[in-house]
């Protein structure tokens, strides 16, 4: 039996704010819970703290997908130490 290349994703009722409930299995069998809602025109993938999927519908709340944006995972990384020591001689 060959091993699926794409995550799938059985997906409840919408809730009010346009997000539902899912369950996803990677491609290792893994299952994994989540919140799945459409993203917006314009919207910045980058600051997104999910993954963003291209899904395809198979039939009665079940998608398949292929991830296209990893998630950022934890806050931003912008300052080395090097940066931080020294701000003082640069800004003071």
């Given at each position: 039996?060959?091993?699926?290349?794409?995550?799938?994703?059985?997906?409840?009722?919408?809730?009010?704010?346009?997000?539902?409930?899912?369950?996803?299995?990677?491609?290792?069998?893994?299952?994994?819970?989540?919140?799945?809602?459409?993203?917006?025109?314009?919207?910045?993938?980058?600051?997104?703290?999910g993954d963003v999927y291209h899904l395809s519908p198979l039939g009665r709340g079940h998608y398949e997908g292929?991830?296209?944006?990893?998630?950022?995972?934890?806050?931003?990384?912008?300052?080395?130490?090097?940066?931080?020591?020294?701000?003082?001689?640069?800004?003071?």
């Amino acid at each position: 039996m060959t091993k699926p290349t794409k995550d799938e994703f059985l997906i409840g009722p919408k809730d009010g704010d346009g997000s539902a409930p899912a369950v996803r299995r990677d491609a290792d069998g893994q299952l994994h819970t989540c919140l799945v809602r459409e993203v917006e025109e314009g919207e910045d993938l980058t600051m997104q703290g999910g993954d963003v999927y291209h899904l395809s519908p198979l039939g009665r709340g079940h998608y398949e997908g292929d991830k296209l944006v990893e998630g950022r995972k934890g806050p931003a990384k912008v300052a080395s130490p090097e940066y931080r020591e020294g701000w003082d001689r640069v800004f003071n």
